[in-house]
Each structure stands twice: as structure tokens, then as C-alpha cells.
């Protein structure tokens, strides 16, 4: 021949006087003409091609890679997420939020009324336990039930009001206390008991 050819995007030629070129091994890639080497892919993106690859690929969402000269991406672990494409890490789940999915492609679930989450990165939201609750979505904590209310339940979404002839001075309680013998209450939701008035009783 009166010339040589020049070595086309996804392949490359390292030494003179040869042959042929070689394709971009797997990791790699080469967008240019007469090339030498085949440049490494960067963080977030990858090349799986046994046939010389032009460009590497970015990654999908809800995977990542952190590594250069990767030939493929990982899913995101659950309590992450990924949205965007390309990228080298996942996103943690915010205070509120949760997922047990892994390769999530969206923002985690928010947390429903009756539980919560406090750190980033949680699988689950966490209930909250008795004598609490959480009337709200997307809520990093639970609030204690007010004195007269009380809540036996875990992941409440609301606390119950003593009855009549019950009450409750403290908060975060669980039950509600029946008056003692001599007092008594007729309405609901209560701190204490009224002394009957002289001239009448009361029994448990």
C-alpha cells in the first residue's frame, strides 16, 4: 500500500508497523481517529463492548459506579436512591423517608402517619411505640401523648381521650387511671379527679 489507515473511534494501535488495529478492551473507550490508547471510563459511566467501544455508557438510574474502567454498574442499596444518570454514588434516603428497594430510581418512600425516621440511609420506618403517635407523613419523630390522652398501641396516629370517671396526670402513658374511691369526673380527657361534695360518695 501507498498509505496507511488510520485506526477508527473504538479501536487503537500501541506499536509500528502493524497489521490491523485492536478494539478498545471492556472498560474503555476511544471516540477519535489514530489513537494509541483507549481512555479509561470514568466514575459513573461504563463499557462492556468486546468490540471497541466509541463512548462509554453512563450509568442508569438507581445504579452508580465509583470505579473507573468499570465494565458495568451496581444497583443502589436499599435506604439509597439514585435519580440521575451517570452518577458515581447513591443518594441517601432523607430523615422522613425509607426503602427497602434496591436500584431505586426515585426519592424514598415518606414515612406514613404512626411512624418515623430520625437518620438518613433507613430500610424501614420505625413505629412509634406506645404512648406516642404521629398524625403527620414524612415526620423524623413521634410526640408523646398530653396528660388525659394515652395510647397502648404502637405506630398510633393518634392518642385516646380518658373517659368519664377516668384520668391521667402524666403524659405519654399508655392507660388511664380510674378515679379513687370519694372523687369522680364527667368528662373525658382529664388530669384528675374532683372530692365529692359533702352529703355524697363515690365507688370504684
Known sequence: MSYCIQCTPGFYQPQQGQSQCLPCPIGTANSLYSQSICTSCISGRYSNSTIGAIDCLPCSIGQYQSSSGSTNCIDCLSGNYQDLIGQSICKLCS??????????????LNCYPGSFSSLPGQTNCDLCISGQFNSLYKQTSCQSCIAGTVQYRNGSESCDNCLAGTYQSNSAQLYCNPCPTGSYVEASAQTQCLLCAIGKFSKN
Open 95 to 108: 430523615v422522613g423517608t425509607a426503602s427497602n428497594i434496591t436500584g431505586l430510581n426515585s426519592t424514598c
